[in-house]
């Protein structure tokens, strides 16, 4: 027995119909993967290539370039201590917290260590 035309119509109808809603960019559909939000604390590096560079990576205002590392050697030499402190609460051209005024100070420290690191 043949399948009359309706229920064939049906059954494709059945079978091409979506799996699921679309999310279209820009609709606001509840099942939509929202962006990655911060899960954690950010690395050094990541602080660094966001905040610290537009000083440290040209120069601006005086600041030791990272991997200049002459120009880092006295300031290692303080003590890695000093450079948090510094970095923290700010010293002469430096801002606190390198204007980074959403970083813990955690994050400010990992990137200083960053800083240090990319930079003896
Ligand atoms: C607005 C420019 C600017 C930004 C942004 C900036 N710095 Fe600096 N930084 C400076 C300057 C200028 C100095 C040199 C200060 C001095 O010793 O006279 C400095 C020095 C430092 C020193 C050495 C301090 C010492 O005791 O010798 C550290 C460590 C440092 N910055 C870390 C950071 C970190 C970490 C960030 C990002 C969170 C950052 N800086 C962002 C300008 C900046």
Redesign the pocket.
């Known amino acids: 027995m043949a399948a009359s035309a309706s229920s064939v119509n049906d059954a494709i109808a059945e079978r091409i119909k979506p799996v699921g809603d679309v999310c279209m960019a820009g609709s606001d559909c509840a099942a939509a993967p929202v962006a990655a939000a911060p899960s954690g604390p950010r690395s050094?590096a990541e602080?660094?290539d966001t905040?610290?560079f537009?000083?440290?990576a040209t120069g601006?205002?005086?600041?030791?370039k990272v991997g200049d590392v002459d120009g880092w050697a006295?300031?290692i030499g303080?003590g890695i201590d000093?450079?948090?402190?510094?970095?923290l609460n700010g010293?002469?051209?430096?801002?606190a917290?390198?204007?980074?005024m959403d970083?813990s100070d955690d994050?400010?420290?990992a990137?200083?260590d960053?800083?240090?690191a990319s930079s003896k």
């Open positions: 050094g602080v660094y905040k610290c537009t000083c440290h601006a205002a005086g600041a030791p006295p300031r303080k000093t450079l948090y402190t510094n970095a010293i002469n051209g430096m801002p917290k390198g204007l980074c970083c994050e400010i420290t990137a200083v960053h800083m240090v």
